[in-house]
């Protein structure tokens, strides 16, 4: 096959650079045009650019979800491989021949298969999606996605509580890789979950990943302060030992999420 070129919208600049690396491992010769971590970002970049014959499209953005960049007023006309961390999306998106989706975490293995099944409809159709109804296809999904997890059952020694999620200030990696939970009140509680798969379940527009080791609800977010690297401290409040870095490349995003 001739060069593809492909963009990738994923707002985890780590799954990123995996990504890219293994679309160069596996197909050299395909051109890979910008990488980027939101809706809006995709959306300026569509607008001002001939679109690409492939778009990796991450679900779940820290600004809502992907589908919204494939609105019809956006004229999108790639070949489109979701990427998810939840069967439910994936399982939707499986219906339609012309999509495929990849179920994090994937590897070669995986990408190589949906790479070959693109190829193949790419070299019948080029660059028409066939029988697909994407608004349609997003707004199936965003319905069943409005309803966000409202509560954890918690277990403790040998009974069990009820934490609500309107009630959390913030998430965080502890010591050992255990999941914790603060609360309004500076009460902690161990979640039986990763932070990965916490940020699937909770509004975009309300809690923000703000690092591998942190995802805080935007009321929790009590100070910004600049560093030299170029990233960004936040303090959060109630108030933890340090304060969570935001790498560089995050720093924008994290503005924007806090000023809409």
């Not at 045009?33 to 492939?54: C, I, Q, R, Y």
């Amino acid at each position: 096959m001739n060069e593809v070129t492909v963009i990738i919208v994923e707002d985890e600049i780590p799954a990123q650079r995996r990504l890219a690396h293994m679309i160069s491992s596996i197909r050299p010769k395909w051109k890979v045009l910008g990488m980027f971590e939101s809706v809006v970002e995709t959306n300026e970049w569509l607008a001002e650019n001939k679109h690409p014959d492939l778009m990796f499209l991450d679900i779940r953005l820290s600004d809502g979800f992907s589908f919204e960049i494939l609105k019809p007023e956006n004229k999108v006309d790639s070949f489109v491989i979701f990427t998810t961390a939840y069967d439910e999306y994936a399982l939707q998106a499986f219906k339609v021949n012309s999509i495929d989706y990849l179920l994090k975490p994937f590897g070669k293995e995986e990408l190589e298969s949906a790479c070959t099944k693109f190829g193949n409809l790419f070299a019948q159709h080029k660059k028409q999606v066939l029988d697909v109804d994407l608004e349609q296809l997003g707004q199936l999904i965003l319905q069943e996605k409005k309803t966000f997890r409202k509560r954890f059952l918690i277990h403790q020694k040998e009974d069990f509580y009820t934490l609500e999620s309107k009630d959390i200030a913030y998430f965080y990696l502890g010591k050992a890789g255990v999941t914790l939970a603060v609360d309004r009140s500076a009460k902690t509680h161990i979640i039986d979950m990763s932070l990965d798969r916490l940020a699937e379940q909770f509004d975009p527009m309300e809690f923000f990943r703000l690092n591998r080791r942190c995802l805080a609800h935007i009321e929790s977010i009590k100070k910004l302060t600049p560093q030299f690297s170029g990233k960004m401290a936040v303090y959060v409040t109630p108030e933890y030992a340090e304060p969570f870095l935001v790498s560089k490349d995050k720093v924008s995003l994290l503005k924007k999420w806090l000023n809409r």
